[in-house]
């Protein structure tokens, strides 16, 4: 898979994360911050093999 690098969080800290990156396989790579809150991850109920992160309002900008 091949990734192209599109934005990071201008408000992010010297880490440079979240982070937006487009695939070459017509699919988006998004960096952020590990879900942990156990009522978000049950309402989620997410299946084996993903998993969720966050991310803030201002990262939007990059997926239009």
Do not use: H
């Not at 017509?26 to 993903?50: N, R």
Request: aromatic content about 10%.
């Amino acid at each position: 898979m091949r990734l192209t690098f599109i934005g990071k969080d201008p408000g992010s800290n010297p880490t440079g994360s979240p982070t937006v990156y487009r695939t070459d396989r017509d699919s988006w790579i998004v960096q952020g911050w590990v879900v942990t809150d156990a009522e978000a991850l049950a309402t989620l109920a997410l299946p084996d093999g993903e998993s969720a992160v966050e991310t803030p309002d201002r990262m939007l900008q990059f997926f239009k």
